[in-house]
């Protein structure tokens, strides 16, 4: 194998979990049909959106439109959080980037 064909293996790769990370990663053991994922519009603001309709997520009336990525990531993640906590029974909270800095080691 070619220096140049690991290079293209790997782009490929990266695509690959690109896609899946935008489309809420794994799905849970038991999932409904709430899974929420995260697109990047033409106007390259992002969209959490419902993955089965395609609708953007609402929440409290507000529209998940027009946001960076990491807003329309930590949306994404606290939307599905949240529907596996209601399935198990108890709350979860992903950790806000703007809110929670990561720790120093």
Same mark, same amino acid.
């Given at each position: 194998?070619?220096?140049?064909?690991?290079?293209?293996?790997? @782009?490929?790769?990266?695509?690959?979990?690109?896609?899946?990370?935008?489309?809420?990663?794994? !799905?849970? !053991?038991?999932?409904?049909?709430?899974?929420?994922?995260?697109?990047?519009?033409?106007?390259?603001?992002w969209t959490?959106?419902?993955?089965?309709?395609?609708? !953007?997520?609402?929440?409290?009336?507000?529209?998940?439109?027009?946001?960076? @990525?990491?807003?329309?990531?930590?949306?994404?993640?606290?939307?599905?959080?949240h529907n596996?906590?209601?399935?198990?029974?108890?709350?979860?909270?992903?950790?806000?980037?703007?809110?929670?800095? !990561? @720790?120093?080691?």
């Amino acid at each position: 194998m070619t220096a140049d064909n690991i290079v293209i293996i790997r @782009k490929l790769r990266s695509a690959a979990i690109s896609v899946w990370e935008n489309e809420g990663g794994a !799905p849970g !053991p038991s999932t409904d049909e709430n899974q929420f994922g995260r697109r990047i519009e033409l106007d390259r603001s992002w969209t959490v959106y419902h993955v089965y309709s395609g609708a !953007p997520a609402i929440i409290d009336g507000q529209h998940l439109t027009g946001l960076n @990525k990491a807003s329309a990531t930590h949306g994404m993640l606290s939307l599905n959080l949240h529907n596996i906590a209601h399935q198990e029974g108890r709350l979860l909270r992903p950790s806000d980037p703007e809110r929670d800095p !990561p @720790k120093e080691l």
